[in-house]
């Protein structure tokens, strides 16, 4: 069965950093694309970052690139996000996400096979 686990959220003053991690059990890790999405209270779900098997290179939304970082560790079977600058617009539910193969869009939600449950990150102004 497979498991995500998201962990690391809390509350930060903006301008600070935080950083997140997600285990993902149940699966070979190496073979699925990793995400970071969010969702912020009234908003639709929105994509983050995402990183290949290689974890060479990750993708990043306009809004967080220069400020977050992804990255896997396919020995341990993380992803992190390490956030940095943070605004109070990044306050949202962060959720990590598993895309199986190498063909699907790694912005697009629609695209992913697994999800955590999330863990709230709230900016203080």
């Known amino acids: 069965q497979v498991q995500i686990v998201e962990s690391g959220g809390g509350l930060v003053q903006a301008g600070g950093s935080r950083r997140l991690s997600c285990l993902a059990e149940?699966?070979?890790?190496?073979?699925?694309?990793m995400g970071w999405f969010r969702q912020a209270p009234g908003k639709e779900r929105e994509f983050v970052a995402a990183?290949?098997?290689?974890?060479?290179?990750?993708d990043y939304a306009d809004s967080t690139k220069g400020r977050f970082t992804i990255s896997r560790d396919n020995a341990k079977n993380t992803v992190d996000l390490q956030m940095n600058s943070l605004k109070p617009e990044d306050t949202a539910v962060y959720y990590c996400?598993?895309?199986?193969?190498?063909?699907?869009?790694?912005?697009?939600?629609?695209?992913?096979?697994?999800w955590g449950r999330g863990t709230q990150v709230t900016v203080s102004s």
């Open positions: 996400a598993a895309m199986r193969g190498l063909f699907g869009e790694p912005s697009a939600a629609a695209y992913y096979d697994y």
């Open positions: 149940g699966l070979t890790f190496s073979s699925y694309l």
């Open positions: 990183i290949r098997w290689t974890g060479d290179t990750g």
